[in-house]
């Protein structure tokens, strides 16, 4: 992956706008988190292979960025992404890493389910 | 330690065998005993991607299924099982089809020692589900064919209901072998298995306790 550059996100993500697609969607503070700090609230949401389509979508902020996509019915959303790739399937991969490299939210927009 | 005729390891991650077990597993090897490691999952949910990242969501599985099948080489282990459950997904499963499928494990490589999780006591949901399914699974069968079962545990308020281990195994003999496996891991152990091999030159007497002192608990039927 390498840092998130928003030209480039923005592009793919209209590449993907107004046809199906399949989204990952997952944020997590870890499973250990409250193990190592009994005073940490562990939170987390994870979606794989909703099948959506949005009629726009958006890259914004100054770094880490936040994602939105809207939908005819609502909206997908993430926050915190540092970096991305397109893969060898075309498929725009988002994802925000903590300071340790330790990823802490994903937003993946894929034309094919995820495996 | 007792010599075994076949020992069963079921986790539900790559990496859960090599920092409480996997000096057991070479000492049970090396007596010329078979292991077989039933992993459930590809650790497909693992958070470590480095900085900057060397692998995305969907390249993760990939490399930890490498670095497990590398972990089971340096380890010696024949048979290794990858069963095709997804991480963080396993306390979600049906509980008796669960069980089942790693009843027919048991049922085919007829163990005379199983090694998992203690349920309840083993902090990540994925590994008390796993102990779970394999405590149900054993107690299908009559008690008289019951194999043995070492459990792990190290939850903060485990040593508080359960008692200490009764089982500790030294494997300070098989030490290179442990570490090479915790190495093996490189995805997930990169940091901690250099701070690790800095704490045992320095021989701090708590990593090495923890290195060298395999603990498990027998579970009680
Ligand atoms: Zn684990």
């Not at chain 2, 069963?83 to 007829?110: P, S, Y």
């Not at chain 2, 903060?156 to 195994?169: H, K, L």
Request: aromatic letters at 8%; one cysteine or more; glycine letters at 6%.
């Amino acid at each position: 992956m390498e840092p998130a550059v928003k030209e480039h996100v923005q592009k793919e993500i209209d590449r993907l706008a107004n046809k199906e697609v399949f989204i990952h969607l997952e944020t997590t503070n870890g499973a250990y988190a409250s193990h190592f700090d009994e005073s940490f609230f562990s939170s987390g949401a994870y979606i794989r292979n909703a099948k959506l389509v949005y009629e726009h979508g958006k890259i914004t902020g100054k770094g880490p960025y936040r994602v939105g996509l809207k939908m005819n019915f609502g909206w997908v959303y993430a926050e915190g992404i540092t970096h991305f790739e397109v893969d060898e399937e075309d498929r725009l991969l988002l994802a925000g890493h903590d300071f340790s490299g330790k990823l802490a939210v994903a937003l993946q927009i894929s034309e094919t389910p995820f495996e | 330690m007792e010599k075994e005729r076949h020992v069963l390891v079921i986790f539900p991650h790559p990496d859960d065998e090599a920092f409480g077990v996997s000096g057991t597993i070479s000492l049970h090897i090396d007596n010329g005993t078979p292991v077989t490691y039933a992993c459930l999952t590809l650790g497909e949910m693992g958070r470590n991607m480095g900085n900057p990242p060397f692998a995305t969501r969907e390249t993760l599985p990939k490399i930890r299924k490498e670095e497990l099948e590398e972990a089971a080489r340096v380890l010696g282990i024949q048979d290794l099982r990858m069963l095709g459950f997804r991480d963080k997904t396993v306390e979600f499963e049906d509980e008796e089809k669960l069980a089942n499928r790693l009843g027919v494990i048991i049922g085919e490589t007829n163990p005379s020692l199983i090694i998992t999780f203690y349920p309840g006591y083993a902090v990540h949901p994925d590994h008390d589900a796993t102990g779970a399914a394999v405590i149900r699974a054993v107690k299908e069968l009559p008690a008289d064919k019951r194999p043995k079962v070492h459990c792990v545990a190290f939850s903060n308020n485990c040593e508080e209901e359960i008692g200490q281990a009764d089982v500790v195994n030294d494997v300070s003999a098989v030490a290179d072998r442990k570490i090479a496996a915790i190495k093996a891991h490189a995805s997930q152990t990169q940091l901690m298995a250099a701070n690790m091999e800095e704490s045992i030159k320095k021989q701090e007497p708590e990593v090495l306790a923890r290195m060298y002192k395999e603990r498990f608990w027998t579970y009680n039927f």
